[in-house]
């Protein structure tokens, strides 16, 4: 056998590569490639991204009401606003409970009478001690939420004369039906 | 002449045989139990974090969603960790002056990220998607465990090959409503005779083909 056929056996090295770990930059890494350490970088200032003119198109006009839209924003309520708002709007939910500040109930007068624009403004700059949540609700998911805070007050307002023969007849029957 | 070995020689070799072929058995087992050891894949083993975050008081106590906190889980192919911002939307008022939520303050102020160690991390070699499990109803609970119990965040499942693929093989069993994914206690539900056949119709309704899902180029591209 001849010495030097030994030297086929190097590409064998490349096995031995460490595949767990790759040289490339993964979100939500460190990377020493940036001053902060981090993968994921903030736009520049002054930036403006592809999708903002169909973002703001979908801020400025309210979606028309469906049974869809209303399913969405019972979903996105009950993720991102219960906690504080509670499930049926008052304000008492589980973390006012443990100290933070009450908000207002979605029932009151004033409430009522505020504009849908007034929810979707709130989710997106946040409100007094409310934080903003615009990062993670984006514009069709905040029109959603607008809606079902309106089913929300009609469910503790409607009128009883609006409701279908049948249902009437179960709310004025004696408890217990 | 003179005899090199004595006569008990013969004896000893196979003794010697005998061993060493038990040892080297032995060995192979004990390296196939290491690697499937929870000491190796670390499923069971808290992690100690920056912050002693606890899902066990956020979700099992708070009922706070999963969406709350990792919120791409339903677009994107990570889950993601909420940014210090979300804990400052409570935490602005709560536990304001705990010693413990100081990393978090200061990673508000300075806008620096928290740097969580990972839990359950796959190597770097093997793609994962959430969207396509959370969207067909694979639900959080299967891969992760109850997380809603943990005190300090520990991987649940060994996440091996084997993992992936017993699921991959046969998911109808392990399908739930799309609409649920993030629900963590499902006893009695496969009990219950309104979901019977349930797996098979979503396997139906979103065309899930097993036989393709355990190709090599699923997972490792």
Known sequence: MRPWLVLLLLPALAG???????PRDDVYRAS????????????????????????DAALAERPPMT???????RERYRIFCQPCHDASG????????????????????RLRQASSQTFVDVIGH????????????????????AAYIRALQLSQHAPAADLA?????????PHGR | MPQIFKPSADTWLRTFAAVAALGLIAAALFGAGVARSDWVTRAGWPVEQPVPFSHKHHVGDLGLDCRYCHSDV????????????VCITCHSQLWTGAEVLEPVRASFAENRPIAWKRVAALPEYVYFDHHIHVARGVPCVECHGRIDEMPLTWRAKPLQMRFCIDCHRDPAPRLRPVNQVTRMDWTGWASDPANRG???????????????LTDCNVCHR
């Not at chain 1, 031995?16 to 790759?22: A, K, L, T, Y």
């Not at chain 1, 023969?165 to 029957?173: K, S, V, Y």
Request: charged share 25%.
């Open chain 1, 165 to 173: 023969a049948g249902d009437r007849a179960r709310l004025e029957a």
């Open chain 2, 198 to 212: 349930f797996g098979e119709r979503a396997m139906r309704r979103f065309h899930i083909q097993p036989a393709k």
């Open chain 1, 90 to 109: 008052s304000g008492h939910g589980i973390i006012p409970a443990r100290g933070f500040p009450q908000p207002p109930d979605f029932n009151s007068e």
């Open chain 1, 67 to 73: 049974p869809a839209l209303l399913a969405r924003g």
């Open chain 2, 74 to 85: 339903e677009e994107g192919r990570y889950a993601g960790l909420p940014s210090s911002h």
């Open chain 1, 16 to 22: 031995c590569d460490e595949m767990s770990r790759q």
């Open chain 1, 32 to 55: 020493p490639l940036f001053a902060d350490g981090a993968a994921m970088q903030a736009p520049p200032p002054g930036a403006v991204a592809r999708d903002a003119p169909a973002w």
């Open chain 1, 126 to 145: 946040g409100h007094g001690v409310m934080f903003a949540y615009g990062d993670r609700v984006p514009p069709g998911d905040r029109w959603a939420i």
